[in-house]
């Protein structure tokens, strides 16, 4: 739901706006959505476009670099390797210098297009404007079945609900960069985050396009893995989940004890093993549920004590580069 936004800001079209864009070998995309987002923001105030070469093998940070050479208002942050889509977005957003931030992706997915809209709302108001995808061009029954369970298995275990549908396709006052980069968290989860600051909000949908080119890196592997970090780095449910499975496990085994022993006493026990296997098995399931949940909060914190950085910059450039006009053209 779009919440009514009743106060004005009083940014003027002279406040700077950054895109931080992730780019994982999107060579062939990086001019494209250069383009497309100068020409959605024309006029609308200066503006930056950052992008975090998230240790592409292909010419991505080159092509970063010949913008950058030919007076596009385009800034570079590389990484020595790949550390993942949200150390990309954090590191963006580390950098960035505007008053407003939108974080999107590279291959033309999240409209640049609908940018104008998200700086109104802005404008008028709203610290936090929230894309939120209803569908996509070119996904298939598996692509929209493993989205829908991503957000309701993380909206089922996390204490901070995400809005199904919610992209990294956001637009964030300076305040709430502000807010959010206070979070040290090794395994960041930047939508939970943004939902847990409880900063006012509006909502905006959208029907993300196909890729204008190459291949999402966004397997299944990494997506389940993105959900363990959405959970555990939100949410002690899990743990409480734990408790009460083994609560609940020890009512049945008692009352099954209990059961045994009536039996027992009233002479109708048949010797076997069956209903033992069963019962061992069981709670074996249970404990080894439990220690895997357990061993995933003790690996946040192991992680947290080494007190290693989220990623590693190896080239980044601090300002945009001296030239005519800083605004967009």
């Known amino acids: 739901m779009t919440d009514r936004i009743s106060v004005?800001?009083?940014?003027?079209?002279?406040?700077?706006i950054s895109?931080?864009?992730?780019?994982?070998?999107?060579?062939?995309?990086?001019?494209?959505?250069?383009?497309?987002?100068?020409?959605?923001?024309?006029?609308?105030?200066?503006?930056?476009?950052?992008?975090?070469?998230?240790?592409?093998?292909?010419?991505?940070?080159?092509?970063v670099r010949s913008l950058r050479d030919e007076g596009a208002p385009v800034r570079l942050i590389r990484f020595g390797r790949n550390f993942g889509h949200q150390a990309a977005l954090f590191a963006g957003m580390e950098k960035a210098q505007g008053e407003a931030v939108i974080t999107m992706d590279c291959d033309l997915q999240h409209p640049p297009e609908l940018l104008p809209r998200m700086v109104k709302a802005w404008r008028d108001g709203a610290k936090v404007v929230q894309m939120v995808r209803i569908d996509t061009v070119d996904s298939g029954f598996f692509k929209n079945i493993s989205s829908k369970l991503f957000y309701r298995f993380v909206n089922l275990l996390s204490e901070t609900p995400v809005l199904s549908g919610a992209a990294d396709y956001q637009l964030l006052d300076r305040e709430v960069v502000t807010a959010v980069l206070q979070f040290k968290d090794r395994h960041p989860f930047l939508r939970g985050i943004v939902g847990w600051l409880g900063f006012q909000s509006t909502c905006m949908?959208?029907?993300?396009?196909?890729?204008?080119?190459?291949?999402?890196?966004?397997s299944l592997r990494k997506m389940v893995r993105l959900s363990i970090q959405a959970i555990t780095g939100l949410s002690s449910k899990p743990l409480r989940f734990s408790f009460y499975l083994g609560v609940l496990t020890a009512v049945v085994a008692l009352s099954y004890a209990a059961f045994a022993l009536v039996g027992l006493l009233a002479g109708k026990t048949v010797p076997g093993w069956t209903?033992?296997?069963?019962?061992?098995?069981?709670?074996?399931?249970?404990?080894?549920?439990?220690?895997?949940?357990?061993?995933?909060?003790?690996?946040?914190?192991?992680?947290?004590?080494r007190a290693m950085p989220r990623f590693v910059v190896v080239e980044a450039d601090e300002n945009l580069p001296e030239r005519k006009g800083a605004q967009a053209q």
């Open 19 to 63: 895109i931080v864009l992730p780019a994982y070998n999107e060579e062939q995309n990086v001019r494209v959505v250069c383009a497309a987002i100068q020409s959605a923001l024309c006029g609308l105030g200066a503006l930056e476009l950052i992008f975090v070469d998230d240790g592409s093998s292909d010419n991505t940070a080159d092509t």
């Open 275 to 305: 209903s033992v296997i069963a019962i061992v098995a069981f709670l074996g399931a249970v404990q080894l549920v439990s220690i895997g949940i357990v061993g995933e909060y003790i690996a946040r914190i192991y992680e947290q004590t």
């Open 205 to 218: 949908e959208y029907i993300a396009a196909a890729r204008h080119a190459g291949t999402s890196a966004y």
């Open 8 to 16: 004005t800001r009083r940014n003027t079209a002279a406040d700077l």
